[in-house]
């Protein structure tokens, strides 16, 4: 929960740890979270640890910064087909596990319609805010969405990225996010009702 989005810096409190639980509790295969927020591997079936936190808060500091979630989809496949999309194939240990998530009818319902995560430089630009925080914040939600859990930053590694550069914290813009709009970087911006 941002407590005051116009301080600087902003401050978060972390809520509602109602499905929260040691990692050594739980099994491969037993779904947590939210589908729109979970890890590649959380969705797959596949074992997974603390890192899939990472993936989960990456997504909430994108959604904070755009003003829309990145992968809103209501079932996992529409997820995992998104972000196969921005991000490509998983890792080849874990492809084989996708094809267990093909049964559904798939619906687009992204508000930023994207190739690639270095996109979102783009989508920032537009939405005015300095080149140079910009630019570390899409290092720092590639290294916190590495598809490979493995591969993906921890927290510590977080904490000393140069993104969290005080000096930085003062020239990020506030975003409005009161009104959405809908990006596809191949077909321009467009406001809220339009397609």
Not at 32 to 58: F, I, K, R
């Amino acid at each position: 929960m941002v407590v005051n989005r116009y301080e600087s810096p902003v401050k978060v409190r972390l809520i509602d740890f109602g499905l929260a639980c040691p990692a050594s509790a739980v099994m491969p295969g037993d779904r947590v979270g939210t589908v729109g927020y979970s890890a590649p591997e959380v969705m797959l079936g596949l074992p997974y640890n603390e890192a899939s936190d990472m993936w989960s808060l990456e997504l909430v500091a994108v959604e904070l910064v755009t003003g829309v979630p990145l992968y809103p989809g209501k079932k996992y496949y529409d997820v995992l087909k998104f972000i196969i999309e921005t991000q490509g194939q998983p890792p080849d240990h874990t492809a084989q596990q996708f094809k267990y998530e093909t049964g559904y009818e798939s619906l687009e319902t992204r508000y930023i319609k994207l190739t690639r995560l270095d996109d979102l430089e783009q989508i920032m630009l537009f939405r005015r805010g300095p080149e140079d925080g910009q630019r570390l914040f899409v290092s720092l939600i590639k290294e916190m969405l590495a598809l490979d859990a493995h591969q993906r930053i921890t927290p510590s590694q977080v904490l000393r990225h140069p993104f969290f550069n005080p000096g930085l914290s003062n020239r990020f813009p506030s975003i409005n996010t009161e009104k959405p709009y809908r990006v596809n970087l191949q077909h321009g911006i467009f406001h809220p009702g339009q397609k």
